[in-house]
């Protein structure tokens, strides 16, 4: 044989494997990790023709949610505590009991599967509607939920308790 066809062949091969051991090797989901009770991690978030990103931070006072994405609404502020939750933004706020944030609002869902997952439960249902949280490496890389909300999460960072 050649010096050339020994190289085809060789390289045929080494292709054939690695498309054997990258095809068998599937996409196993990692196994969900209770998260720390203070932490803080960015969400992207899709429902419809809602397009939008937020900081969200876990303390003591409950979740803070700072929006990113969309521009108008950049910088938006909610924190949503088992008291209520505020909205504040541009030096006005308002406040009311949480029962009146529409259960299925994509920030309050994030907010609460995240909660969920501070105690090892990474599905279920919240506002009536089924959700489940994914985890890659042991945090939170993913949520969706059966109305159509799909969160993707990056930035994670376990914090101080205040």
């Known amino acids: 044989m050649s010096n050339k066809l020994l190289k085809k062949t060789a390289a045929v091969f080494s292709a054939a494997a690695l498309i054997c051991l990258t ?3 599937g996409t196993a989901k ?5 998260l720390p009770k203070y932490f803080s ?3 992207e978030m899709t429902d419809g023709k809602l397009n939008a990103g937020a900081d969200l931070t876990r303390s003591s006072d409950g979740w803070l949610m700072t929006v990113t994405s969309p521009e108008n609404l950049k910088d938006m502020q909610f924190l949503l505590s088992d ?6 933004c541009d030096g006005l706020s308002y406040s009311a009991g949480e029962g009146q944030l529409p259960a299925c609002s994509p920030l309050r869902m ?12 990474h599905s279920g249902k919240l ?3 089924r959700y489940e949280v994914e985890f890659r490496d042991g945090i939170p890389s993913g949520m969706t ?9 990056s930035k994670y960072k376990k914090t ?3």
Do not use: M, Y
């Not at 990692?30 to 209770?34: C, F, Q």
């Not at 008291?83 to 504040?88: D, F, L, P």
């Not at 994030?110 to 090892?120: K, Q, W």
């Open 23 to 25: 095809g068998c090797s």
């Open 30 to 34: 990692d196994e969900p990790a209770k």
């Open 41 to 43: 991690i960015h969400a």
């Open 83 to 88: 008291a209520g939750w505020t909205i504040s």
């Open 110 to 121: 994030t907010a609460r599967a995240l909660d969920g997952c501070t105690n090892e439960k």
């Open 127 to 129: 506002g009536g509607q």
């Open 145 to 153: 939920a059966e109305n159509g909300l799909k969160v993707s999460f």
């Open 160 to 162: 101080a308790h205040s």
